[in-house]
């Protein structure tokens, strides 16, 4: 990259690393409150039925008790909670009814965590219990047709059936992928505190003032009185972006008790209290040509959720624009069972639904007797095949060219099982990375001192990505200051809203309106500057006046210091507000987050162009030949993701994507025991993820891409893409090195024996 003196772009530390790593970043649950409460839950242990009471004898006498809320005592004080999707999600302490397991049948509240741990242990439960369906063909489950939205409908181009029929090549297979849980280092905490009428919620939070929003409705309160605080998120991954039942029942002890109440939920409670990634079920019909061309692509998906909730992912939105197809058929449809409902996991449409279409498209390829990348290149689109738009930029296959030319793919035996050292069968697999660029409406407050240094103000959400750096570079960049000189305040929703943190819109929403709030700063001083008769850029026209090194400056070199061109406009600090609507979603969604109203423009829902990040994994696997263990020592990833503004922590977010994607493939799953309907492993000794030694040489290419069209600034986002398509290209690999296919995830010696 030339040294353009642009900021954006360029590797920087993070301005919030000394805090992290010397403890003096305050998470949640580490916010200084006086004279706190805590409380502990008491959750179902049944996964279906009716609740004939509670005894509170023993509980109630441990010494320190405070109260304990039950349906009962407190059941019609709070609405309930909508889920990730807005609909109804699964209740608590509304009513008597249980709705799954480890559901919130109880809020123990003591004067220390101690003695709230003893007494929620000692609430003894009476059940009148049903026998639940706990998941796909699980006796009483209902299966129904996703709810059309603008995002989730069934798709239809063509008539993939007929070019099926008569196609010479051509795959139908169905794959499955498991109950997956965030687990984030950082538990489900809330602290509230009222002050009056006012009450401020500590909460880590992908949607502060979703959160906001949606907590005033529960309590029946104006929006006003609500404050939420997350300056510090400890992993999220989607499971802190929307609301959960826990919130409201806190906020009702800490009212009735005129006191601080604390929540830290036990690792096992987040398994039910929160959200995790369903199940899934696929079948792919793929069809082509002797050359390998797509003549028709099928897939349809099966989605586990909860009774009360049609949540689905729905990510066919995404497969059915992969590749050039003239024949294309997409259908979902949702499995109501008894467990809690599910929501986002990062990439949450994209990592189970691209696993079934990269598997597939293997399976075409040794069908086809051709290379899995040729393969791609023959169907690279040049267009979205559904509706015919454009895409922003796609780099796909020069993501595929740049890794396969570090990974030495060109040396690939095509034939399985052909590749060996030792004891230890060799396989390379590959698969297309990819996620839509979503941006969001924000808002932010921005204030220029005549020194040079500036504080920008808004609700965003710094959850582990570098969040405040990234604000910090785009507001120097656009105000012409160093790094250094600029402080960035977010995680308050006393702050200026920002849309909820998640489908990678992140960078790209706090960078632009970041940007949109510079150039107010920048155009006023212009415009004073070219009209004042006792400046040196008289006469000049104000939109070539840039801001840099301190000082007003035109193209022709005249320069007038800041502190000068500021006493113009302002006798201090310069200050403004500003508010952002990308280009695609209406005016007034800007003003609808004060409102606790979250909104983001889609790269699959605008109407000038697709909007997609994309990328390609290589991986290399060993199987050993005779206990067939799997281990995946080498892989190298490709991403083209328009702007990197922080190439350093980007870096970093697309190593531990395509570490979870190792873990998708070869670890994660949630255990169900289907008798009951309950999690078997809902702790971090038996839910399996990677360690060091399962990721030995992991290796990240980031190929430049400018994109002019996706948004202003061409960030497209790259939270999600790391984790697509590693779970396929894992599988693939596994074929190769074996023969033999395996279409359920995870991967598990068991199934090559």
């Not at 709810?147 to 993939?160: E, T």
């Not at 995404?318 to 929501?343: E, F, K, L, Q, W």
Request: a neutral charge; glycine letters at 10%; hydrophobic letters at 40%.
């Amino acid at each position: 990259m030339a040294d353009d003196g642009s900021l954006i772009g360029k590797p920087a530390v993070r301005v919030d690393g000394v805090a992290k790593v010397t403890g003096q970043a305050r998470y949640a649950s580490d916010e200084p409150v006086a004279n706190s409460a805590y409380a502990y839950l008491v959750t179902s242990a049944v996964s279906k039925g009716r609740l004939r009471g509670l005894d509170l004898g023993a509980a109630r006498a441990v010494r320190g008790v405070l109260d304990i809320l039950t349906h009962g005592s407190v059941g019609g004080q709070v609405k309930p909670p909508p889920g990730p999707d807005g609909q109804a999600s699964t209740t608590t302490l509304e009513s008597d009814q249980i709705w799954h397991d480890g559901q919130i049948i109880a809020v123990v509240v003591a004067d220390s965590f101690e003695a709230a741990r003893e007494a929620a242990h000692k609430v003894v439960a009476g059940y009148a219990p049903e026998a639940p369906s706990a998941t796909f063909d699980s006796p009483g489950v209902l299966v129904e047709p996703r709810k059309p939205g603008p995002r989730s409908k069934d798709i239809a181009v063509g008539d993939p059936a007929a070019a099926f029929a008569k196609a010479p090549v051509k795959v139908d297979q169905r794959y499955s992928t498991p109950t997956q849980h965030h687990n984030p280092l950082e538990l489900f905490t809330t602290t509230c505190v009222w002050n009056g009428p006012k009450l401020t919620v500590y909460e880590p939070s992908q949607s502060m003032w979703g959160l906001k929003g949606a907590l005033a409705k529960q309590l029946g309160i104006e929006i006003a009185q609500v404050r939420t605080v997350s300056r510090y998120v400890g992993g999220a991954f989607g499971s802190k972006g929307s609301i959960t039942s826990r919130t409201a029942w806190i906020a009702v002890a800490a009212r009735l008790l005129d006191r601080p109440v604390k929540l830290v939920a036990t690792r096992d409670q987040g398994f039910t209290i929160a959200t995790y990634r369903a199940e899934t079920r696929h079948r792919v019909q793929l069809a082509a040509d002797r050359k390998g061309r797509l003549t028709a692509l099928t897939h349809e998906g099966w989605e586990v959720t909860s009774r009360p909730s049609s949540y689905n992912v729905s990510g066919v939105e995404t497969t059915a624009r992969m590749y050039a197809c003239p024949n294309i058929a997409t259908r979902v449809s949702v499995v109501h069972a008894d467990r809690n409902t599910p929501g986002y996991m990062r990439a949450p449409p994209d990592t189970p639904y691209m696993f079934a279409l990269e598997s597939a498209m293997d399976e075409l390829a040794y069908a086809l007797a051709m290379d899995p990348i040729a393969l791609r290149r023959a169907n690279d689109a040049k267009a979205d095949p559904v509706d015919g738009k454009p895409y922003s930029s796609r780099s796909l296959m020069a993501c595929y060219d740049a890794a396969a030319e570090r990974f030495g793919w060109a040396r690939r035996n095509p034939k399985p099982g052909s590749m060996r050292d030792g004891d230890w069968l060799i396989g390379w697999g590959c698969a297309t990375a990819t996620y839509p660029s979503n941006v969001g409406p924000a808002a932010a407050r921005l204030s220029l001192s005549p020194d040079g240094k500036a504080l920008i103000q808004l609700a965003g959400h710094e959850i582990g990505t570098g969040a405040y750096t990234v604000v910090a570079i785009a507001t120097a960049q656009g105000l012409g200051l160093a790094v250094e000189d600029v402080t960035v305040q977010m995680g308050d929703s006393d702050l200026p809203p920002v849309t909820v943190a998640g489908g990678s819109n992140n960078a790209a929403t706090t960078s632009l309106v970041a940007t949109k709030a510079c150039e107010d700063l920048r155009s006023r001083l212009a415009a004073a500057a070219a009209q004042a008769a006792d400046s040196p850029l008289k006469g000049a026209d104000p939109a070539s006046l840039k801001l840099a090194g301190r000082a007003l400056v035109g193209p022709d070199g005249r320069r007038e210091a800041l502190a000068k061109a500021m006493a113009r406009v302002a006798g201090g600090a310069l200050e403004t507000h500003v508010e952002f609507s990308p280009e695609g979603l209406p005016p007034t969604a800007a003003a609808g987050l004060y409102q606790g109203r979250t909104a983001m423009l889609s790269g699959l829902g605008r109407k000038d162009v697709t909007a997609f990040a994309f990328g390609a994994h290589l991986v290399e696997v060993r199987v050993h030949a005779r206990t067939c263990e799997i281990r995946a020592p080498r892989v190298v990833s490709a991403f083209a993701a328009g702007t990197i503004v922080n190439p350093l922590t980007a870096g970093s977010q697309y190593l531990g994507g395509a570490t979870w994607g190792l873990s998708s493939a070869l670890h994660e799953a949630t255990e169900i025991d289907r008798r009951s309907a309950r999690y078997v492993n809902d702790n971090l000794a038996d839910y399996l993820i990677p360690v060091n030694a399962d990721v030995v040489d992991l290796q990240v290419i980031m190929l430049p891409e400018a994109d002019a069209r996706v948004n202003p600034l061409g960030i497209k986002g790259i939270g999600e893409i790391g984790i697509v398509g590693m779970n396929a290209a894992v599988a693939n690999a596994v074929f190769h090195a074996t023969g033999k296919r395996i279409r359920d995830l995870p991967l598990r010696a068991e199934q090559l024996l």
